[in-house]
DNA sequence: CATGAATGAGTTTTCATTCAT
DNA sequence: AATGAATGAAAACTCATTCAT
């Protein structure tokens, strides 16, 4: 939605502005980012903000956008050459989480600024189209549904339910990871992707991945009747 | 932080001034929140406000500490004759969904309050002293630890990695369950207790804890030798 | 429609505030007039004009009604003592005619003010329920009819025109005399009373009063038959 | 005062542009009329309204200029035919208010302008040479004088008081028309020449044009006796 | 202790105008 | 001659906060 002047501007320019548009909007909430303020630290006029973008609202719902764009393509790139052919929904989820993990490192600021995006007015949060918790969810959901099919996935559980579950699992990956690596989440700077030691990732996606597979009791424990008999018992009201 | 002017208000006076200031703070970021739109609403003057809080960051911590007392409030009541004594930590699981939950319904502005304390800027988020996605992590690390003492979980489990599962799955679990009941997660009404049909959450709580206790994987494929040997192997560049 | 605030405000200083409100926008038209050039030559906080007004439109709408009022109020004095009961309808005009002339003199800047009610934007022009051009028609149409129930004005007179004709003769005098006074419509400075040297102005009107009655055409030409005979045929296409 | 780049612009871009400017600024008045819009609806570039005008306000006496010309063409063709050669004042009164009426009702959109151009700020109003109504009121006094030459005015009149008379008669003709007719003062849209019914006009100057002769007052009590006596006595303070 | 007027820096946005292409 | 991006001053208006009453 930005206008053409903004799409004309030379590559170098678009994308200086581009930055400290997303730190702004990204270290401020909506109400509380400065027109002002990013004009004066980009060092345009405040004019040609208003000749690039309608209004800052304008401005903001393209910067989401933008900042989506980025972290698609860091997706994207990630992915490419580490699995095989396609890979099952595991090989999938480890996928999404080394993503999103790398995401948060890289991108810290597009990943605080799509954050925000959640957290705007409704009038705002309204125009996003791609209101993309929503698009995470329906894609998961999919993903479920087709393991369930290829009987990768136990046929009894609860699409909507798992998709939930695996949803939000990776969703906050990002900040485990952070505070395992020590590092503050505030920080603008992003982690050069030689930071991202598979050595200190993969076993904790190993880990997450265990859980999502085979559940976190105990192993004996789980014979089929008592798993059984105990589904409901165990947790519902004292009930045994 | 309020100063006694504050606390010695009549108390229906204040309750009333409580619920119109969660609401403005819910409703806006915390820059977008006005001081002077709420006094308006509230009928107070602008001095009063001044003489119970130092400032807005002040008046926002304290509103902020307050919807965590009404939602753990509502947690206390909610558990309350639920569960015989103590309950393993998959009771401590059902509890805290069925809590999670009953907040999100009950308390929608207070929930989404707390959701902003989480966005606010830098400063004021430093002030939150008792961080509480900190304090809930390490509350459920605490649980599962005390899990795998007791035999409880399966002991080769990472218990920050699974503390962070267990945390985002039930922290999650709000908008899913406004979701199944088809309501608006902006909806200001409170949905009244006896709306929070059991025989609709509670068969969302079985199905989360059967993926939590038993894993996503399909049964029989469960072999203890096959789960060895693929753990990586499955989701991990096949190298191995 | 100012709020309170400006209401309560020291006499002295709403007074001072008034005049140069009123200045700022008769020498500007509504676009034209500055917020902020008044409030720094008021030297009152730009903050504090929107605790006495709603906003632009407001002041504006209000100063209208004040000189609307203020003129009245000359009027009003103006008229006392001049004639002695009622009068007919000619001792109106000669009183409305002294009116505006008085006003025009010495209250230069709320005349023009009141002009610039009628070239507002049309959203104002709306809210300006004493749409007084329409006020004085209907005024001067009622002592119009009035005067040809007394016999005092001639009965064929088609009511609407003649309180047209009436009013825009009357209306348009104030520049008139001016004029012969050799001044200046754009001074600020009211000319003082004392100025309004009745031995210059009482042959204006009496000369517009003479016209009024007894019309423009030489004497000796109004024979009653001539002048039916004559009527459309003089001014009407040479038809004759 | 455009420049020649204006001048040579296809008569067809230059009729366009010159409509849209009309109703911008008859529509607004001139601090509140934007060239940005201009240039956007008339769909020329910014730096090409620079390059036919010096600026806004060159911009706008040529237009007013133009509405002039428009208004005075109109004049001229309705006046065409209409009277055989010269006529007396009173033939000539009848043409002015035809075609005061004319343009009122076929060219709102530059009589509106034309008004505005009587309340813009002083110092354009000062450029605006031929300040029309002086110009009008001297074509007025001109006639009146004449007509008293020839004996066709009473000769004992105040020509310029009956020049001012006479004007204002005349000026204000529109707006009575417009509401005679049952029309909004605001419309844009011209209304057609065939609209304008004679049959409706006519016996409105007729009235008028027979109180502008005779006067108001009631034909018997216009002795000559009783009228030079009454003179200043029936106006003023009542004095018989 | 309550009040609410005063404040002026702050906000977003529009303006007329320039000038390099 | 035409363009339209750049400009920054200026606009109307809101803000959190203070302080005299």
Chains 1, 2, 3, 4 share one sequence.
Do not use: C, W
């Not at 006029?45 to 208003?50: F, P, Q, V």
């Not at 695996?166 to 590092?183: D, E, N």
């Amino acid at each position: 939605m930005p206008k053409t002047t903004f799409l004309n501007l030379p590559a170098k320019k678009r994308a200086r502005f581009l930055v400290l548009a997303v730190r702004e909007f990204a270290d401020n909430d909506y109400a509380g980012a400065s027109i002002s303020r990013l004009v004066a630290q980009a060092g345009i006029a405040k004019g040609s903000l208003y000749q690039y973008f309608a209004d800052k609202q304008d401005l903001f719902l393209y910067l989401v956008e933008h900042a989506q764009g980025v972290l698609l393509e860091d997706v994207a790139t990630a992915g490419t050459g580490s699995i095989g052919p396609i890979g099952g929904i595991l090989d999938q989820l480890r996928l999404q989480m080394s993503a999103t993990v790398s995401a948060a490192l890289r991108h810290p600021q597009e990943a605080r600024l799509i954050q925000r995006a959640y957290q705007s007015p409704a009038s705002i949060r309204r125009k996003l189209e791609r209101h993309d918790a929503r698009v995470r969810h329906d894609h998961m959901r999919a993903l479920v549904v087709a393991a369930q099919t290829t009987g990768e996935l136990a046929p009894d559980l609860d699409p909507e339910v798992t998709a939930h579950v695996l949803a939000a699992i990776v969703g906050g990956l990002g900040p485990l990871v952070l505070t395992r690596l020590g590092l503050d989440a505030e920080r603008d700077t992003s982690v050069p992707a030689d930071r991202l030691d598979p050595a200190v990732l993969e076993p904790i996606f190993d880990s997450v991945l265990r859980i999502v597979r085979e559940g976190v009791a105990t192993f004996p424990g789980r014979g089929t009747s008592r798993r059984r008999a105990s589904r409901r018992g165990t947790a519902q009201r004292g009930a045994e």
